[in-house]
């Protein structure tokens, strides 16, 4: 049935449609990133993180918040860890100060805890890294794809990418689930995971592309012929994979359910992206392209 209606789909020729509702979610995206609204963890802005485990009793986020010696409560951003266990997380602390939290929540608690603490600048320095791994990956995409196919195709699915980049870390933003490492991992096991989608897709439209010169109309009817032949592939490909990310998510503890959230969403976008953003991408730049030689030629002439 699914295979029935999606043979009747201009992916290519009804770009506007497929933008518009791209456009949507980024601007949602986007917008939530500009607000501020992303909770960057303790790797990358520096703090303290107090792993309480082994709890008595049943304690609620305010008891445990209320644990916290000082005004510290206020500023705490307090998660749980189940029944018995708290992830706890503080500004910059000074000097000792480690040790008198710690005291405070095991005695308060009657727990178990353990600290781990990140100076600003080394969080600084872990994200600065952070970004340039995944800008080094875009760039060696970027030159894989032109060599392996050609230029126009490596614009096409960079603008892809991005787009995948962008509704993933802003749906972080609009949840407003912590931003560390993990994520950072995650983000990167998208794009892997969006360029092999879309390389399936590019791979066929190489493949039937006729060695005669460029006309957009058969281009265009070629690259919609190229999608409808792996498209459900990928789709079933993504289902099977969404759902044991979707069980991790549901079941797993904190840190496994944030990496499970990016790649859900990741996946999801990065799903959508290759049928619906590169391919029309691709033959909206090849146009452009073709257009531009034209008037050379006229200009020549």
Request: aromatic share 10%; net charge negative.
């Amino acid at each position: 049935m699914a295979s029935c209606i999606l043979r009747n789909v201009d992916f290519v020729g009804r770009w506007k449609v497929w933008f518009a509702l791209s456009a949507l979610f980024l601007l949602i995206s986007i917008g939530a990133i500009a607000l501020g609204r992303l909770n960057f963890g303790i790797d990358f802005e520096g703090g303290s993180k107090f792993t309480v485990s082994g709890i008595e009793g049943n304690p609620t986020t305010q008891e445990a918040r209320d644990a916290l010696p000082g005004d510290l409560g206020e500023d705490a951003v307090v998660t749980s860890l189940g029944e018995n266990g708290f992830d706890i997380r503080t500004p910059v602390l000074q000097d000792g100060q480690d040790a008198e939290v710690r005291d405070a929540l095991a005695e308060e608690l009657g727990a178990e805890v353990s600290v781990t603490s990140i100076s600003p600048t080394f969080g600084g320095q872990i994200r600065a890294q952070a970004l340039q791994a995944v800008a080094a990956a875009l760039i060696i995409i970027v030159l894989f794809i032109s060599i392996r196919f050609e230029f126009a195709f490596a614009i096409a699915a960079m603008l892809a990418l991005l787009h995948d980049i962008l509704i993933t870390v802003g749906f972080y933003a609009l949840v407003g689930r912590e931003v560390n490492l993990v994520t950072v991992v995650a983000v990167l096991t998208v794009l892997g995971y969006s360029l092999y989608d879309t390389i399936i897709i590019f791979d066929r439209i190489r493949e039937n592309t006729p060695e005669a010169g460029y006309n957009r109309r058969r281009f265009d009817q070629m690259a919609n012929a190229s999608i409808r032949q792996v498209v459900m592939r990928s789709i079933y490909t993504s289902v099977c994979t969404l759902i044991p990310v979707a069980a991790l998510l549901i079941f797993g503890e904190s840190t496994l359910s944030d990496f499970a959230f990016a790649l859900l969403v990741g996946i999801a976008a990065g799903t959508y992206s290759s049928i619906f953003i590169a391919a029309p991408a691709l033959s909206l730049y090849k146009a452009w392209q073709a257009g531009r030689t034209s008037k050379k030629v006229a200009n020549t002439a």
